[in-house]
T-cell receptor, first 115, second 111 residues
């Protein structure tokens, strides 16, 4: 149980384009989803927290207009990187937790490369 | 600033030995403590969590929590080469569902 999927697993795009990443909880209802970014040889950095049906809460320094998060249902959250630039190239990982639990289950991650 | 600290390693142990990974945290109000394993290029995988002082065992893994000293550790018995990975300690503070992650300890189990 507690399986989280992400799509796509990797994406290459041109500078200035937008990329959407999907995060799905497959066998549970995810009341809270988290989006992280991880640069090589660094730990995970939380970007934002989203609760189903509510606006996402962004961490300090994360541009909400650049990283659009939507958590429209209990099984799906999306992260859209708008006007991507090479410095946005990173490993983006989502996690999900269900109501009443603080355990986060991670998706497999999406590797974004912006040319 | 709330912090979670881990020795970056690498920690090298021979196959079959016990690997001991340590983590300290600064927020005394922390409620929950998690250990994740992350292989290179992959996302973190939950190993176990612990909420109360003392030991919690799950197979070859034992988590130990000491809230008074503000540390949590993970013991891996009978270490295998497949255990070679980076181990991340994550701490959830009071009043939030957010984790604070340590930078991870790289473990190398030598065959």
């Amino acid at each position: 149980g507690a399986v989280v999927s992400q799509h796509p697993s990797w994406v290459i795009c041109k500078s200035g384009t937008s990329v959407k990443i999907e995060c799905r909880s497959l066998d549970f209802q995810a009341t809270t989803m988290f989006w992280y970014r991880q640069f090589p040889k660094q730990s995970l950095m939380l970007m934002a927290t989203s609760n189903e049906g509510s606006k996402a809460t962004y961490e300090q320094g994360v541009e909400k207009d650049k990283f659009l998060i939507n958590h429209a249902s209990l099984t799906l959250s999306t992260l859209t990187v708008t006007s991507a630039h090479p410095e946005d190239s990173s490993f983006y990982i989502c996690s999900a937790s269900q109501r009443g639990s603080d355990t986060q289950y991670f998706g497999p991650g999406t590797r974004l490369t912006v040319l | 600033q709330k912090e979670v600290e881990q020795n970056s390693g690498p920690l090298s142990v021979p196959e079959g030995a016990i690997a001991s990974l340590n983590c300290t945290y600064s927020d005394r109000g922390s409620q929950s403590f998690f250990w994740y394993r992350q292989y290179s290029g992959k996302s973190p995988e939950l190993i176990m969590f612990i909420y109360s002082n003392g030991d919690k065992e799950d197979g070859r893994f034992t988590a130990q929590l000491n809230k008074a000293s503000q540390y949590v550790s993970l013991l891996i018995r009978d270490s295998q080469p497949s255990d070679s990975a980076t181990y991340l300690c994550a701490v959830r503070g009071g009043g939030t569902y957010k984790y604070i992650f340590g930078t991870g300890t790289r473990l190398k189990v030598l065959a």
